[in-house]
């Protein structure tokens, strides 16, 4: 994105030309450009190959080129591939033209000579990953049970933040083909991203409804507040639980 001059040539936007434009308005504001008044998106004239955008933010003017001008649900198609080693295979045999890794997969990727076309925490984008999920029955019909299951997560979250050697070996042995190497670099990282006290996020569901949306309209219309229960894990913070694991 680049600053313009104020004489350009423009159309509206239409057709399959269209993006998410609150999307933008979010993306320029995290990046420290905020603006007062509504955000105003034009097409400039020619290069339908290649979109070129003519972006108002306020007394700010931008151009927004579409790198590769692919449009969801025409231009792509997700497949579920399996776990993250078989969508490496699938990447490499050339069943799909592109696939999503977290660490280690990403740095084997990249060895094996992929680009990185996106990153997604650059980027902000957030969404459900690794989640403990249970019926809302279970919730009001057995609590000890999910009691017991929280901690076993949260203990397990602390071994690995605290025991790099212990974590690395467990890795080796369900992680077969990564070099060390490989691991040694993804344990900082990882251990980074854990959270000693992981509380569910509004934000990812919500997030995770707007993917879901897409697909499922419907999906728009629930509360997220709703799919959520931080209480128990707040309650296990509280009791001290969680600040004996690393005073050990």
């Known amino acids: 994105m680049s600053t313009v001059p104020h004489q350009t040539n423009t159309v509206p936007v239409g057709g399959a030309q269209q993006f998410d434009q609150d999307g933008l308005a979010a993306y320029l504001r995290d990046q420290g450009r905020p603006f007062q008044g509504p955000l105003r998106v034009e097409q400039l004239t020619g290069g339908q190959s290649n979109p070129t955008y003519l972006v108002t933010a306020g007394a700010e003017r931008y151009v927004l080129r579409s790198k590769l001008n692919l449009v969801p649900d025409r ?28 660490m ?50 949260i203990e397990g979250i602390s071994i690995f933040k605290t025991n790099k050697e212990k974590s690395l070996a467990v890795w080796k042995k369900y992680l077969r083909g990564v070099a060390d190497d490989v691991l040694e670099e993804t344990y900082p990282n990882t251990r980074s991203e854990l959270e000693q006290v992981p509380i569910p996020s509004l934000q990812v569901i919500k997030s995770g409804l707007d993917i879901l949306s897409l697909q499922y309209p419907q999906a728009k219309q629930t509360d997220p507040n709703l799919i959520i229960d931080p209480s128990f894990v707040r309650r296990i913070d509280q009791s001290g639980f969680i600040g004996s694991l690393y005073k050990k």
């Open 75 to 102: 231009d792509v198609k997700l497949l579920p591939v399996g776990e993250p080693a078989l969508a490496l295979q699938s990447l490499e045999r050339g069943v799909v033209d592109a696939a999503s890794f977290s």
């Open 104 to 153: 280690p997969q990403l740095l084997v990727a990249k060895r094996m000579g992929f680009r990185e076309l996106v990153n997604y925490d650059k980027l902000g984008i957030v969404y459900p990953y690794n989640t403990a999920t249970t019926l809302r029955q279970t919730v009001s019909k057995n609590p000890e049970l999910l009691e017991k299951v929280s901690k076993t997560i």
